[in-house]
T-cell receptor, first 115, second 113 residues
Framework: EAEVAQSPRYKITEKSQAVAFWCDPI?????LYWYRQILGQGPELLVQ????????DSQLPKDRFSAERLKGVDSTLKIQPAELGDSAMYLC?????????????FGPGTRLTVT | GNSVTQMEGPVTLSEEAFLTINCTYT??????LFWYVQYPGEGLQLLLK?????DKGSNKGFEATYRKETTSFHLEKGSVQVSDSAVYFC????????????FGTGTLLAVQP
């Protein structure tokens, strides 16, 4: 069964350093999502792509976070500089089409610890 | 604004016990509702969904009914197994411009043999 791939699975970085996460969605899925999940809370959408275009980045802290999906396939989420409050699980998900938003397939996540 | 409220966990049950995890929502319009499950060390998986009032979603013995009058979507299972131990998230699909999902805080279920 096809899966969403994410790397790395775990990342420890120091405050003020740059960090990047990678996501490879299920083949053929046009819509890609990045979520942040703080311990004890539900996932919160950071950015949503339809192919290579950003559909929603209203919750993305744009002063330090950036996301790209240049060829409409895999995607990278970057934080620069990292802050202590960025410690969280970063989840990537994909779905076949924008109108099937509830049918999202999630990757295992990247757990970020900022020291 | 649109939001989802779930009962706090952890919920600890013995095997074969009856499960209810409460979920209520606040939303404008008529959202679609979902339950996702996250097993230890894995990503979230869609468990079931309902797209309109009085719909019942079901999967793997779990059920939830979309109750517009009480704005609820409680998750139930008649007989839980140890393998059901996981975190369960209720979510709604908010229309708007992007049809994004809004999640509750999650409820940890621990089933003991």
């Amino acid at each position: 069964e096809a899966e969403v791939a994410q790397s790395p699975r775990y990342k420890i970085t120091e405050k003020s350093q740059a960090v990047a996460f990678w996501c490879d969605p299920i083949s053929g899925h046009a819509t890609l999502y990045w979520y942040r999940q703080i311990l004890g809370q539900g996932p919160e959408l950071l950015v949503q792509f339809q192919d290579e275009s950003v559909v929603d980045d209203s919750q993305l802290p744009k002063d330090r976070f950036s996301a790209e999906r240049l060829k409409g396939v895999d995607s990278t989420l970057k934080i620069q500089p990292a802050e202590l409050g960025d410690s969280a699980m970063y989840l990537c998900a994909s779905s076949p089409r924008l109108d099937r938003v509830g049918e999202q397939y999630f990757g295992p996540g990247t757990r970020l610890t900022v020291t | 604004g649109n939001s989802v409220t779930q009962m706090e966990g952890p919920v600890t049950l013995s095997e074969e016990a009856f499960l209810t995890i409460n979920c209520t929502y606040t939303a404008t319009g008529y959202p679609s509702l979902f339950w996702y499950v996250q097993y230890p060390g894995e990503g979230l998986q869609l468990l079931l969904k309902a797209t309109k009032a009085d719909d019942k979603g079901s999967n793997k013995g779990f059920e939830a009914t979309y109750r517009k009058e009480t704005t609820s979507f409680h998750l139930e299972k008649g007989s839980v197994q140890v393998s059901d131990s996981a975190v369960y998230f209720c979510a709604l699909r908010w229309g708007g411009a992007t049809n994004k999902l809004i999640f509750g805080t999650g409820t940890l279920l621990a089933v003991q043999p």
